[in-house]
């Protein structure tokens, strides 16, 4: 009979691509996986995966198993799950979380649900990054303000406020745009190559700023809208202080930008796992109980 840690160490080895890497996320030591793997390996009777100097590439029996023990695994999962008494979690949670807003808003409700469910296993990867949840592991991700199209499925835990922001010193060198319109004559402080939405009336206009200064973090783009580097989009909960200072301003406030969202992401499938939709219920909760977080409200 096939063991399902056997099962479960296979799938993380594929999917992160080596046996290191699924040492780290299963939180157990590298002989471990490969002693596992060896006994999966002798029990099916083929190679599933073959050692390079790279990490560990799926052999073409390795590559057709895994989607089979991937379902497997989820199964045994679920099925562990209804039998479980009411409220009880065990196992482990995989989530990956901003670093803008993760230590201060998210790791108070991580701390929550630790609490709240002793035999659960929290392991939390904080990065601005999109990360892929399939190839590196996730149960889910939390994501902060306007969602790009895909494939995943999200939900909305609560709403997030922001404002066009800049210095006043690069206001008094460079004027201060009144439309959307006006912004393409201006340095944008981005993420990416995102757009900027604002409401004009009950109508959404979209722009394409452009600039030189890009970054993954908020907290980075709040510094340089400080310094001066141009105008930026960001949350309230990043810039109260610094409105308060004086040390940035709010920009076009006629055409204010619709309300963004925080959602929690999972990769696409029929039932979110149990573990994800406690988290997020819990996200709900505390958010509705401390909008002013997000908001900017006192």
């Given at each position: 009979?096939?063991?399902?840690?056997?099962?479960?160490?296979?799938?993380?080895?594929?999917?992160?691509?080596?046996?290191?890497?699924?040492?780290?996320?299963?939180?157990?030591?590298?002989?471990?996986?490969?002693?596992?793997?060896?006994?999966?390996?002798?029990?099916?009777?083929?190679?599933?995966?073959?050692?390079?100097?790279?990490?560990?590439?799926?052999?073409?029996?390795?590559?057709?198993?895994?989607?089979?023990?991937?379902?497997?695994?989820?199964?045994?999962?679920?099925?562990?799950?209804?039998?479980?008494?009411?409220?009880?979690?065990?196992?482990?949670?995989?989530?990956?979380?901003?670093?803008?807003?993760?230590?201060?808003?998210?790791?108070?409700?991580?701390?929550?649900?630790?609490?709240?469910?002793?035999?659960?296993?929290?392991?939390?990867?904080?990065?601005?990054?999109?990360?892929?949840?399939?190839?590196?592991?996730?149960?889910?991700?939390?994501?902060?303000?306007?969602?790009?199209?895909?494939?995943?499925?999200?939900?909305?835990?609560?709403p997030i406020y922001g404002k066009l922001v800049a210095s006043p010193d690069y206001l008094r060198a460079h004027g201060s745009p009144e439309t959307p319109e006006d912004l393409l004559a201006h340095p944008a402080l981005m993420q990416g190559t995102e757009t900027w939405q604002f409401m004009d009336g009950d109508e959404i206009v979209t722009v394409h700023p452009q600039g030189r200064f890009k970054a993954d973090n908020g907290i980075a783009l709040v510094a340089a809208a400080v310094?001066?580097?141009?105008?930026?989009?960001?949350?309230?909960?990043?810039?109260?202080?610094?409105?308060?200072?004086?040390?940035?301003?709010?920009?076009?406030?006629?055409?204010?930008?619709?309300?963004?969202?925080?959602?929690?992401?999972?990769?696409?499938?029929?039932?979110?796992?149990?573990?994800?939709?406690?988290?997020?219920?819990?996200?709900?909760?505390?958010?509705?109980?401390?909008?002013?977080?997000?908001?900017?409200?006192?």
């Amino acid at each position: 009979m096939l063991d399902i840690e056997a099962l479960r160490t296979f799938v993380e080895v594929a999917d992160a691509g080596g046996v290191s890497p699924a040492a780290r996320r299963l939180g157990v030591s590298k002989s471990i996986v490969s002693r596992r793997l060896g006994r999966l390996e002798a029990e099916l009777g083929v190679q599933l995966l073959a050692r390079t100097t790279r990490g560990a590439a799926l052999t073409e029996a390795g590559s057709t198993f895994r989607d089979h023990a991937a379902r497997a695994c989820a199964e045994i999962d679920a099925a562990r799950e209804t039998i479980l008494p009411e409220g009880d979690l065990r196992g482990r949670l995989r989530v990956a979380v901003p670093v803008s807003f993760g230590p201060t808003h998210f790791a108070p409700v991580f701390a929550e649900m630790a609490r709240r469910h002793p035999q659960l296993h929290i392991h939390t990867a904080y990065s601005d990054r999109f990360v892929d949840l399939v190839g590196e592991g996730f149960d889910c991700a939390i994501r902060v303000g306007y969602l790009p199209d895909s494939s995943l499925v999200a939900r909305c835990v609560g709403p997030i406020y922001g404002k066009l922001v800049a210095s006043p010193d690069y206001l008094r060198a460079h004027g201060s745009p009144e439309t959307p319109e006006d912004l393409l004559a201006h340095p944008a402080l981005m993420q990416g190559t995102e757009t900027w939405q604002f409401m004009d009336g009950d109508e959404i206009v979209t722009v394409h700023p452009q600039g030189r200064f890009k970054a993954d973090n908020g907290i980075a783009l709040v510094a340089a809208a400080v310094a001066g580097l141009g105008i930026a989009w960001l949350p309230d909960g990043l810039t109260r202080e610094h409105l308060a200072s004086g040390a940035l301003v709010p920009v076009m406030t006629r055409y204010p930008p619709p309300s963004a969202g925080i959602y929690v992401i999972r990769p696409p499938g029929q039932h979110p796992s149990r573990k994800v939709r406690v988290l997020t219920e819990l996200l709900i909760e505390c958010f509705e109980q401390a909008s002013h977080l997000v908001d900017g409200s006192p």
